[in-house]
Nanobody
Framework: QVQLVESGGGWVQPGNSLRLSCAASGRTFSGSTVGWFRQAPGKEREFVSA????????YYTDSVRGRFTISRDIPKNLVYLQMNNLKPEDTAVYYCAVTGRGLITSTIRRMGEYEYWGQGTRVTVSS
């Protein structure tokens, strides 16, 4: 049984940083794809960032490119989302998601491609 547990959310003022963590367990993740999605109040869940577990191309949505960085600690089965220069529009519940497949450019941003999801961690950016 795959488990994903996010942590690191909280309240920050605009311009500050947070690092989200996702602890993954329950299977071997080599060959998998890991992603971060978010859902703002009253909005649909949207893609934020993703990469192959083994590394390679990293994908970001345009609104976070240059401010957010996805990374992995493979021995510890951890995935991070470093979020810098946070803005009020980054306020959302952030979800970690994994699929056992190696997704490609045309599919990596689609929520439906990911089988496993965490419970989410809330990020609030306000002054």
């Amino acid at each position: 049984q795959v488990q994903l547990v996010e942590s690191g959310g909280g309240w920050v003022q605009p311009g500050n940083s947070l690092r989200l963590s996702c602890a993954a367990s329950g299977r071997t993740f080599s060959g998998s794809t890991v992603g971060w999605f978010r859902q703002a109040p009253g909005k649909e869940r949207e893609f934020v960032s993703a990469t192959r577990w083994s590394g390679g191309t990293v994908y970001y949505t345009d609104s976070v490119r240059g401010r957010f960085t996805i990374s992995r600690d493979i021995p510890k089965n951890l995935v991070y989302l470093q979020m810098n220069n946070l803005k009020p529009e980054d306020t959302a519940v952030y979800y970690c998601a994994v699929t056992g497949r190696g997704l490609i450019t045309s599919t990596i941003r689609r929520m439906g491609e990911y089988e496993y999801w965490g419970q989410g961690t809330r990020v609030t950016v306000s002054s």
